[in-house]
């Protein structure tokens, strides 16, 4: 395979649709056509209102879109046409059957395999782009292989993606590094090459990193893994500040000055949401169980029961400060994302929050900036049933309407509009019951303006 010169993507996601339009974008010269199995999906792609919201998303789009990107239903001429093809469907956690709860769901990237298989009638490199546990590409190679001929080969290619939501467009134009596994034979390395070739259109050289393909693999989860289990990490340091005084801003802050340590992702807050975090994680602790290591499993799963405890923790903790009960209380909720600047709602710590809130019986007056009404409603009949949403929670356009009677407000997300540079929290006082709580589950307000105000301010990971 020599110059890649048409690209198709399966799956028109939250991966899929900007990493593909950004290649299209960078890169003029080849034909990017992104294909998914949802009509609507496609109709929004195709629409002035994109089906995800993400800074810079529109720009990128409307600047390539019918020009060299397309997004279309028609995945077999788009296979048939690619030289190269991203394989970046969902890998949700098994619902049911074997590993349910904790292995990844392959039947999408198997089925998208499959189709690649009997509808190719030219060679292709096949580019593993979703989230899958080590070894995965050994599947699809066999499914590949099988169908291969003397006219046709497949060369597999691993190379995961590892932007964040909220930042995905800049984190695509300026990546940390670029990930490419290959089999090491010639035909791999090749393929590996070509791939190369497309990134290098932006991406230094050097930021390029070439592995074989399990280390690839494992690469994608191990950083997940990694990025999560500070979190955790944090957290359950917040526990212990909130106990003894200590404060975890300055914690985080004093440790992270340590260069081997960091300051990223040392902000504590109510617990991790996001599609990957929990998924990849019940994902890393399923295949250290396959392989018959329990030690390893049990250590990342702690992870994972770190965050619940974190968002438990949180929630009991506004009980009490409530005096013990919230039934038939007001509760303001800031924030439904499961982060800011994106309007993904999927595993967001605002869900587990909201339905204890109902099985509490309180009130829940909800306002999210970004987040799709339709969206909320179906989280929310998720976990708690439809009735008890909608007799329980109220959708709010403003904070401040949302605020209004309430006994108390808690930040769930971070959105900056909720600072308190930015909103008007004297309004808000002066609109609640007295006394006046507000739960800062995100470390984003001045806790001593608040109660200058007159609020009974609790901070997560403070005990002013
Ligand atoms: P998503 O659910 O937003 O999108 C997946 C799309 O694939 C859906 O629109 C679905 O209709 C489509 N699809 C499924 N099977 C198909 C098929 N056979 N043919 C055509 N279309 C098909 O998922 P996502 O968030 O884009 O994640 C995709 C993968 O990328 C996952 O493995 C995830 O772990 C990984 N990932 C996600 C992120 C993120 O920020 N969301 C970041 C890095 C990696
Ligand atoms: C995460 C990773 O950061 C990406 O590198 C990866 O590609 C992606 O998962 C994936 O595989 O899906 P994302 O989930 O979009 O990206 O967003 P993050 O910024 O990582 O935030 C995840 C969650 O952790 C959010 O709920 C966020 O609020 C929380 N968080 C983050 C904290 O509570 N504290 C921090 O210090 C950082």
Not at 222 to 247: F, K, M, P, V, Y
């Amino acid at each position: 395979m020599g110059v890649v010169k048409k690209i198709c993507c399966i799956g028109a996601g939250y991966v899929g649709g900007p990493t593909c339009a950004v290649i299209a974008h960078q890169c003029p010269d080849i034909k990017v056509t992104i294909v998914d199995l949802s009509q609507a999906r496609i109709n929004a792609w195709n629409s002035n209102n994109l089906p995800i919201y993400e800074p810079g998303l529109d720009e990128i789009v409307f600047g390539a879109r019918g020009k060299n990107l397309f997004f279309s239903t028609d995945v077999e001429g788009a296979i048939l046409e690619a030289d190269l093809i991203f394989v970046s469907v969902n890998t949700p956690t098994k619902k049911s059957g074997m590993g349910a709860g904790m292995a990844a769901d392959l039947a999408y990237v198997e089925s998208a395999t499959r189709k690649i298989a009997e509808v190719a009638k030219s060679s292709k490199i096949v580019v593993e782009k979703s989230t899958v546990p080590c070894r995965t590409a050994e599947s699809m190679r066999t499914i590949l292989d099988a169908n291969s001929h003397d006219h046709i080969r497949f060369d597999l290619l691993s190379n995961p993606e590892f932007l964040a939501e909220g930042t995905a467009i800049s984190d695509l134009l300026n990546p940390d590094r670029v990930l490419i596994g290959a089999l090491q034979t010639p035909e791999g390395l090749k393929a590996q090459q070509a791939l190369a070739e497309v990134y290098s259109h932006w991406v230094p050289r050097d930021r390029v990193i070439t592995t074989n393909l399990w280390s690839s693999e494992l690469s994608k989860l191990a950083a997940n893994a990694l990025l999560a289990q500070r979190i955790s990490s944090i957290n359950a340091l917040s526990a212990i500040c909130e106990a003894t005084g200590a404060d975890v801003d300055e914690v985080a802050y004093a440790v992270g000055k340590d260069t081997r340590i960091g300051p990223k992702f040392l902000k504590a807050s109510v617990g991790f949401g996001g599609s990957c975090f929990q998924k990849d994680i019940l994902n890393l602790t399923y295949l250290a169980e396959s392989l018959n290591l329990p030690e390893v499993a049990a250590y990342w799963h702690q992870v994972v029961i770190m965050n619940e405890y974190q968002k438990k923790r949180f929630v009991k903790r506004i009980i009490t400060k409530l005096f013990n009960t919230i039934t038939n209380k007001k509760i303001a909720v800031f924030g439904f994302a499961f982060k800011k600047d994106t309007g993904d709602t999927r595993e967001s710590a605002a869900i587990t929050l909201i339905k204890d809130f109902i099985d509490e019986h309180a009130h829940v007056r909800l306002y999210d900036p970004k987040v799709e009404e339709s969206q909320i409603w179906i989280d929310l009949s998720d976990v708690s049933g439809a009735d008890a949403a909608k007799k329980h929670v109220t959708l709010f356009p403003d904070p401040y309407s949302a605020a209004e009677d309430a006994d108390a407000v808690v930040i769930v997300t971070e959105w900056d509009e909720f600072r308190d540079t930015k909103l008007d929290y004297q309004r808000i006082y002066d609109s609640m019951k007295k006394p006046a709580c507000i739960f800062d589950g995100r470390l984003i307000l001045d806790a001593n303006k608040l109660r200058k105000i007159g609020f009974k301010v609790d901070v997560i990971g403070k005990n002013e």
